[in-house]
């Protein structure tokens, strides 16, 4: 009898919990809404280059070097226009840090005699408003410094000689021209982080 009790106690402890699992569903107040695909403006371009790096900007005024972000840095071909682009974004964040057309006048240069490290100039369109800029970027090993500069290369050869080209962007290619003879190459990395707000305005 004692036995029966208990299995007779235990039937009734699963008949509750079938029976509250069974209970009434409820659809949730406020609709879920339909999934969407966020496009990144790369969907027509092919890479030719994807690794993670560190980049850095020299502050002119300052006359340090200052970091952008780290991530992912993208060698991207148009798939009609021919032009080519260096594209980066800040890890996890995902906002733009550099984003310019990769001409064939730009000059990749060592840095401070590092194997792992490249300084050029370009006109950044990273930001609300196009700037020229003397960037810097490191990777970890040396294989990858030397594969990103072959790309890069190979994007200068591929690269249409009649790219829009207009005086203000001239102007601002001239104003990193002097920037770069302003500035002493040996300087060391002066590591500062800072916070851009960047946006995407370089259209493909």
């Known amino acids: 009898t004692y036995y029966l009790s208990i299995t ?23 609709p879920l809404p339909d999934k969407v695909d966020v496009k990144t403006g790369e969907e027509e371009e092919e890479e030719m280059f994807c690794n993670r790096a560190k980049l850095f900007r020299f502050d002119a005024e300052t006359k340090e070097w200052k970091e952008r972000g780290i991530g992912l840095v993208k060698i991207l071909k148009h798939n009609t226009s021919g032009k080519v682009r260096l594209l980066m974004r800040r890890e996890q964040v995902l906002k733009v840090c550099v984003n310019h057309y990769i001409m064939p006048d ?38 990858e410094a030397l594969l990103f500069k072959t790309k890069f290369e190979e994007a200068q050869k591929i690269t249409p000689h009649k790219l829009v080209d207009t005086g203000r962007t001239a102007h601002l290619i001239q104003k990193a021209e002097e920037m770069k003879e302003n500035t002493r190459p040996s300087c060391s990395y002066k590591i500062k982080l800072t916070q851009h707000h960047s946006k995407f305005r370089l259209s493909t």
């Open 8 to 30: 007779h106690k235990i039937h009734k402890q699963v008949t509750h919990v079938e029976e509250d699992e069974d209970g009434p569903h409820f659809e949730p107040i406020v």
């Open 106 to 143: 730009m000059l990749l240069k060592t840095n401070a005699g590092s194997d792992k490290s490249w300084v050029w100039n370009a006109v950044n369109y990273a930001d609300e408003e196009p700037r020229p800029e003397q960037l810097a970027i490191r990777f970890k090993t040396k294989v």
